[in-house]
């Protein structure tokens, strides 16, 4: 089953969506490391999970930019 969204945040060209068990997933434009990836990965167009993420944090929310 996927994870209830608690918020979207959409930046130029990346996406960014909070779950309701505060996981964050991510996909779009990477060039930066925007979208939370390795910046080797340059553009990302599945969602996919954030992994490296500090342990037992809880997030508050997300937000998304430019860069």
Known sequence: ???AIKSIEC???HT???SQNDEIYAFGRNT???AGMPKEIKVCAKIT???N???NVQIAEIKAGIK
Request: zero cysteines.
């Open 16 to 18: 960014l969506i909070l």
């Open 1 to 3: 089953q996927k994870p």
């Open 49 to 51: 999970k954030i992994e």
């Open 53 to 55: 993420l500090p342990k």
């Open 11 to 13: 930046g130029f060209e």
């Open 32 to 34: 930066f490391g925007q």
